[in-house]
Structures are given as C-alpha cells and as structure tokens.
C-alpha cells in the first residue's frame, strides 16, 4: 500500500492492530492472485465477457455496501459520535457509485436492464448478510476491519485491475469508471481509516474483533469473487 | 543447545569495478548494437558499478567455484586459521559451474580441504542463508566445530551477447533483458564456531528464519524455461483453445521456435531433443517475471510483519539494517510499508554495498556482511538484523545477529 496521505503516527495499540491487519490484507491480496477470472486480469487473457461477468457480480455488493454502512452509522450510540460521521460521510461518498459501475458495463456492450436484474450470487449473499448483521449490532466498532479490507481494495488494487482491463479489451478509461474512482479516492479513506485506528474506538476489547471482522469479509470477498454466477 | 557464531568473514569480487558506460564492452553488444533498455533499468536499480568474471571478449577468467575458493581463503587469511580444522563446508550458488556433482565438492577440492562434510544448496539469493542456517544449526547440536560458508555467483557467463543471440528472437524481451543490467559476479564467506573469536568482534547468531510463498506465485526468476507461465500451477481450470493465441498475444515477438515446444511439451530445458533447440528457444536465458516482481516487497514484509508478533524482533533494537534489496527501486516500496505499519527502521541504519559492489545473488548479503564486519562501526551489543529476498519463487531469509 502506498502511504499517500501525510506521515501517521499511531498510538502503541493502533500499531499493533494495523500490522496484523496488514498480515490478513496481504494473505487476503495472495489469495485474491489465485482467483481464475483475475489470474486471467493479471496473464493478459481477460476478455470482455469476464469485465462484463465481474460488474455484473459485483453491483449488489456495492448498493448493499451503501445499506450496511449507513446500517452502521444508525448503530453507533453517541459516545461513538465522532466515528458515526466519519462513517456517515463515507457512506455519502460512495452511496451512488453503481451507477458508475453499470455505466462501464454499458460502455462495454452490456445491457442495463440485465445488470440491474442480476441476483447476488452465493458470495455476495453471505458477505452481505455478515456486513448487515454486524452493522445493527450496537456500536459496530469491528466494521472497521471490513472497511480495512474493502478500502484496501479499491485503494490497492482497483487502479491496476483498471489499466489491465483498458489494456486487455482495448477500451479508454470511460469504461472503467468505478474502478479508476475507486483507485483515486481510497487512499484518502484509507487515510482516514488509520487515523480512525489511533482513535479511542480502538481498545484491548474492541481490536480482536475488528481483526476478526477483517479476516471474515476477506474470506467472503474471496468466495464472492470465487462464486461468479452463481446465485 | 549450543550458540553459534560467525567469527570472520571474506569476500571476493573478480576483475576491475566495472561502470555503467562499460557494462555491454564486456558482456557483448547484442546484434552490434546498445541496448535501448539498460539506461532505464540501472536508472531504477541504482547500481553505479560491478564486477564480472568475463574479460572483453566474454571469455571467463575464473570459475564459480574458484570465485568460492577466493572469498573463502580471503576470510583464513584475516582469521589465520588453519584449513585442517574446517569439519563442514556449505556452498550457496544459483548455478555450479557443472550441473553436477554438487557445487561444495569442487570447492573442497578447489580449497584442498581435508575430509569434512559438505552441503551444496540450490536457489537464488536466499541459498547462502539457507547454508548458513544448516552450518549454524550443525554447531549449535555439537556436530560441528568450524563451519566455512560460502556464497558464490557467476551470473555473467548467462549473460554475455553470444547468449542472446543464440536465442532465435526476433527482439530481446524485456523478460529476458532485464537481469542483464542486474546481476553481476562475486563471492562472500562466514566461518561459524562455537565459541566467539578470542580476540576482536563476533556475532552471535540469535536466528534465521526462511520463509517461501511458493505456491502462492507463479514463476518470477528462472533460467531453464522458455515460458515462465508453463509452470504456474495457479490457473484451476486448462484453457488450451486459449493458451496457444494468448501465448501469441501476450509474447508477440518470440519466434516460432517458442511456440513449437509448447506443442511439444516442453517445459523444461531439458525436455528438448538437443541443448542447441533449447538454447534457439530461448529456454537457457536468464528471466525475471517483471509482471509480479513487486510481490516482493509484500512477502518481505508480511514474512517481518510474523517475525515482530512472534516477537523475534522489533524495529527499534536494530542497529544495522542489512537488506539485500536487488534495487534502488525497491528501497522506495521497502520504506513505505515499514512506515505503513509503524516498523520503521531509519535510514540511517540501513546498510548495503549494492550500489559499488552489484547484485551479486546469494553472495550479495555475505559481501555486505563481510564489508560491514570489517568497517570499524560495530560496536558490542549492537543488533544487525539480516534481510535476503528472493524472487525466483518468493523466498525471504531473515537473520538476527547480535555483535559480541
């Protein structure tokens, strides 16, 4: 990760959280190298069915992440009041971001009507749920280890699986919009996330349970993407 | 159990220094002509001289194993101590000078040892502390008193013109190019003891860990194979209607000659019919994997990351930072993840040759050890935390020592 934001400097035990969430992260990223629709992403035989494919999947988790973070910030009671905005005001920046991800499936040939009817397939069903379940438990502190992860994507990731696509069918950056915004902005998140960790919400009770947050909504990213089309 | 430690060292580099305007006078102009890449990649590696084992017209003036023998008797003659008590000689190198026997054994003989036991290991850079490991582990059961360790590399001879221009390419990838403005030739050695030297410095071994992600990765450093992507094991599903035009796609300007093993099957350099249809393929030349090579610095520090929660280190008890980063370039990415995750260690303990003395593979941590060991800036106490990467399959060693 490319720390872009001003130097941080975290407290003892936002430290220690932040370097085991790292080893999930990177356990996270190797796994994500295995998956067969981004191994092709990554050896250049990425085709257009598979962008169209991977959209299709991946809409209903984005207007589901819209409903569990905003699930969230309703949880969080008022000692968490700083937390709840930031939480509130991510929610904001990302409520509409489908629509960039059904403008790129579009741009490359597909039809509105059949993104907009896809089902969530057996992954996104069980991330979703988890997510939503968390967020109405009172005070979600732990859901920021799923942040830590999503985050971690779009920041990460997002931008390089961008170029490839442009790259692999030949189109311009206007078909991988949701993507390319994904990558620009989420170092910024990412940068607030870390200065979230060095906030009081982050405590010997509650970082064992942020950590185990990540680790789930890893593994269930990974099933979403390891369950294409299946619903 | 016993403690080990590293009582002296030894290095050898052969040949003058060699500066980034001299580098193709003697590894060859490939078709008489520069090459268009070098001055991007020494840009992003930094290194500003080398040496090789070739003079200019590509002829080898030494042998691995000589080079071997160089650092080794470089490291008796500054201890004084005397051959005939070496019980074990351990050999890293990423490739002997004969494919067999193992590498050890000419240089026993090279060194007119007399009879010990020897270990030869394989692999890339990390093989000299894979050695070290098993020599230090040999003192440390009491098997073995005086363990000579050696790390020795000859890259040059795969990297001179004739080698390129053998391989029947139309242009020279970027795969197989790019380990050519990288690697150069040199030796290190440590002697290990049970006891600290009685007089001046020694440095305890505290530990050394090895950690491979091989199977989370494809093939990212390899001689042997015209197609890295051959051996990925990765891919669960064969997508064989695909894999012929995307070979096609993905490596363009590789001749015919590549596509017909893949036909035929052939993986490794030894599947083919002659040496020489291995050589036109392309199977012989050195290759780095550029797409995933960034991994590197990932499983470096996730490998760190384990070893401070297991609490074998922390940042801040290092004194001497010794890294071998293969690259400038890295020591960027290096830098930011420590920051990331609060690990920093400063700069200004960073230590590494690299830059006059080249990548030289395996040896590359020994000659660095040996130069700092001989510097005058250890002081007793002090911790020098040791950091091998490799990334032929992903491999990162890790070493702790504390100067007694």
């Not at chain 1, 190797?30 to 809409?59: C, H, M, V, W």
């Not at chain 1, 790129?104 to 969530?120: H, M, T």
Request: with cysteine.
């Amino acid at each position: 990760m490319v720390v872009t934001e001003k130097e941080l400097t975290l407290n003892a035990r936002a430290q220690e959280l932040l370097r085991k969430l790292l080893l999930v992260w990177l356990d996270f990223e190797r796994s994500l190298g295995k998956i067969p629709i981004l191994r092709r992403l990554e050896q250049g035989r990425f085709t257009a069915d598979d962008y169209k494919t991977l959209l299709l999947n991946l809409r209903p988790q984005v207007i589901e992440g819209s409903r569990w973070i905003t699930r969230a910030a309703s949880s969080f009671t008022s000692e968490f009041a700083e937390l709840r905005s930031k939480v509130i005001g991510h929610a904001y920046d990302e409520h509409r971001d489908y629509q960039m991800l059904e403008s790129d499936f579009v741009a490359v040939g597909g039809e509105l009507k059949n993104i907009r009817s896809a089902p969530r397939n057996i992954g996104t069903e069980a991330l979703a749920s988890f997510l939503m379940q968390q967020a109405s438990l009172p005070n979600p502190v732990d859901l920021l280890g799923a942040m830590f992860i999503i985050e971690g994507l779009g920041q990460k990731m997002a931008q390089g699986w961008a170029q490839k696509i442009q790259q692999a069918l030949g189109v311009s950056a206007d078909a991988t919009k949701f993507l390319s915004y994904h990558g620009l902005n989420d170092s910024e998140h990412l940068a607030k996330l870390h200065s979230i960790l060095d906030s009081d919400a982050v405590t010997n009770e509650t970082a064992p349970r942020i950590l185990k947050t990540a680790k789930v909504v890893a593994r269930l990213y990974l099933l979403q993407l390891e369950e294409l089309d299946n619903v | 159990m016993a403690e080990a430690y590293i009582v002296g060292t030894g290095s050898y580099l052969p040949g003058p220094p060699i500066g980034n305007d001299q580098i193709e006078d003697v590894l060859g102009f490939v078709e008489e002509k520069s090459s268009r890449l070098k001055s991007r990649i020494l840009k992003s590696n930094g290194i500003r001289s080398r040496h090789y084992a070739l003079d200019r017209k590509q002829r080898s003036t030494h042998q691995n194993s000589e080079l071997a023998s160089m650092a080794a008797e470089n490291c008796l003659m500054r201890l004084g101590f005397d051959r005939k008590k070496i019980d074990m000689l351990a050999v890293a190198s990423t490739q002997g000078d004969l494919p067999l026997p193992g590498m050890a054994s000419m240089v026993q003989a090279q060194m007119n040892l007399p009879p010990c036991e020897i270990l030869t290991t394989h692999g890339v850079c990390s093989a000299g502390m894979m050695a070290l490991k098993s020599g230090v582990n040999q003192v440390r059961l009491a098997e073995k008193k005086n363990v000579l360790v050696v790390a020795s590399e000859l890259a040059s001879r795969l990297l001179k013109r004739s080698r390129y221009e053998a391989a029947s390419q139309t242009v020279l990838d970027l795969e197989a190019e790019f380990l050519r403005w990288m690697l150069s030739d040199g030796s290190g050695a440590l002697l290990v003891q049970s006891e600290p030297a009685a007089s001046g410095l020694s440095l305890k071994v505290e530990w050394i860990e090895i950690i491979s992600f091989a199977s989370d990765f494809d093939l990212c450093m390899s001689c042997g194979t015209a197609d890295q992507s051959l051996w990925s094991t990765l891919a669960p599903e064969k997508e064989p209607e695909l894999s012929l035009a995307a070979v096609g796609a993905r490596q363009a300007e590789r001749t015919v000659l590549q596509k017909r093993s893949h036909e035929n099957g052939e993986r490794s350099w030894q599947d083919y019919a002659t040496y020489a249809e291995a050589e036109a393929a392309g199977a012989l030349l050195i290759r780095q994997n550029l797409r995933i090579l960034d991994n590197i610095v990932k499983v470096g520090v996730d490998g760190f990351l384990r070893l401070i929660q297991a609490g074998k280190i922390s940042a801040d008890e290092v004194d001497h930072f010794v890294c071998h980063y293969s690259s400038h370039y890295f020591r960027g990415k290096i830098l930011e993840l420590f920051k990331m995750c609060g690990c920093l260690i400063p700069e200004e303990k960073w230590f590494t040759n690299l830059y006059t003395k080249g990548n030289t593979g395996c040896a590359s941590a020994f000659i660095a050890l040996d130069e700092l060991f001989w510097s005058g800036r250890l002081q007793t106490g002090q911790v020098i935390f040791c950091v091998v990467p490799e990334s032929g399959r992903f491999t990162t060693a890790y070493m702790k020592l504390t100067v007694v």
